[in-house]
């Protein structure tokens, strides 16, 4: 059975005025335990290009299955 973690990145984004902002994503990971879902999206999100962005929490999800369609 896959276990899912909430991953909570936060990024640093510039509005259209060119204020700097901190903006709070969460990211649904499969993985086996919190390190490998934190690893697992920090290595997708360099590979996506992003360098502004930390890691501010981890933990197992309620979620029992997600359900993908064709």
């Not at 709070?24 to 990971?29: E, S, T």
Request: aromatic share 8%; hydrophobic share 40%; no cysteine.
């Amino acid at each position: 059975m896959a276990s899912y973690f909430q991953v909570k990145v936060q990024f640093t984004v510039e509005d259209s005025k060119g204020k700097v902002k901190k903006q709070n994503v969460l990211y649904l990971v499969d993985a086996m335990s919190v390190t490998e879902a934190e690893a697992r999206m920090v290595q997708h999100l360099t590979e996506q290009g992003e360098n502004e962005f930390e890691v501010k929490a981890a933990s197992e999800s309620p979620i029992a299955s997600v359900v993908v369609g064709k």
